[in-house]
């Protein structure tokens, strides 16, 4: 069986799905819905949709009926579809986009992308500008992201920089002379939250200058290794603005109120012990090692089930929007769940029978 999603595009940085489609080998065509670009206008669609998606995976993959029940409420409810089919087959499940596995490492404008085993190294390349996030750098990185999401292979991303800027924060030449109208209807920045969904986790190797963007955009990642050059800083205030991209959210999650409220008013830098200390960074490596660690990191972490990590990453990234009880709950059913993968089964029998286990991410 084949599950596809077929991708139509983007509309202001967000994607536009036509349709999903399972095909069972030999057997009936079921065209779950009829995806339209209607969706995408819609926040609250748009969350509907990639929690269907979300649990329609889980259902096809782990024949959760678990997933099978909670998605067919809001999906038939919001005209999603009409049914949706229970699927106890033997069956392998590929998700496709309009990128089929293997096409992100490709050449880029502003990014390099290479394999390094299971893990993509995504490389911001723009050094005469400090890799100062312009459009074309981010529309790379959600290209590249999506197309590395639809591969199988890849079980973890390292991004990181040069070795003198990670990113010297978004494109001030670019964005100086905008009014407030364009700012606010294009939603200036709204796209750079793709990295943030991105499933598969991140760990950002950090050298040089880590500022505004470039900090906003490594707190998307998962993880983050600094090397000793390292510096951090939210400077918005120097250039008339605040922070645009998480800056004042998620930099207060990770430092606490006092330290995100010094950096972001003063517009001064932290260096990465500091950073180490405060709890921004995992750990302060030399900078010649900074992408080794990174990667060795990554290559561990995508030696693991690959749905085991991606729910491992959504639960833990739950923390920063549930309360207390609410995320146990969260936890909790995602733990259930995982007991309906080969790889739950896999993972104790060999600790039982005392060798290496071999996760199939099934
Ligand atoms: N946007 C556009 N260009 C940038 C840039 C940025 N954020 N940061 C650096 N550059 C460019 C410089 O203009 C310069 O280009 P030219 O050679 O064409 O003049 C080149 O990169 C090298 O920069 P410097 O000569 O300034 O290098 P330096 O070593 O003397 O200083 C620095 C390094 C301290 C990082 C300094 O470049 C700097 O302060 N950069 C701006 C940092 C900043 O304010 N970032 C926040 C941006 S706003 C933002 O990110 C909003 C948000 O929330 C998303």
Known sequence: MTYSVQ?????????????????RRGGALYDVLAY????????????????????????TSTHSMLARSILC???????????????????????M?????????????FILAE???????LTLNRPKALNALCNGIIQDLIDATTAIAADDTVGAIVLTGSTKAFAAGADIKEMKDKSFVQAF???????????????????????????????????????????????????????GVIPGCGGTQRLV????????????????????????RDGLVSKVVPAEKTVDVALEMATKIASFSLPVAAAAKETVNAAFELNLAEGLRFERRIFHSLFALQDQKEGMAAFVEKRKPTFTNT
């Not at 339209?36 to 259902?59: D, E, G, K, N, Y």
């Not at 809001?74 to 089919?85: D, K």
């Not at 986009?97 to 404008?109: F, I, M, Q, R």
């Open 7 to 23: 991708h139509a595009g983007h509309v202001q940085g967000h994607h536009v799905f036509k349709r999903v489609r399972i095909r």
């Open 36 to 59: 339209c670009s209607a969706m995408i206008s819609s926040p609250v669609r748009r969350i509907l949709f990639i929690q269907f998606l979300f649990l329609f995976t889980l259902h």
């Open 73 to 95: 409420r809001p999906a038939v409810r919001y005209g999603l579809t009409s049914s949706i089919p229970c699927l106890r087959t033997n069956c392998q499940m590929s998700l």
């Open 97 to 109: 986009s309009t990128a089929p596995a293997g096409k992100w490492e490709k050449e880029y404008d």
């Open 115 to 121: 394999k390094k085993g299971k893990v993509a190294l």
């Open 185 to 239: 209807s294009s939603n200036m920045f709204a796209e750079w939250g793709h990295i943030a969904r991105v499933t598969k986790p991140i760990v950002a190797a950090v050298n040089g200058y880590a500022l505004g963007g470039g900090c906003e955009l490594m707190m998307m990642a998962d993880i983050v290794i600094a090397g000793e050059n390292a510096k951090f800083g939210q400077p918005e205030i120097t250039l």
């Open 253 to 276: 999650r990770a430092i606490g109120k006092s330290k995100a409220m010094e950096l972001v008013l003063t517009g001064g830098m932290i260096d990465a012990l500091q950073a180490e």
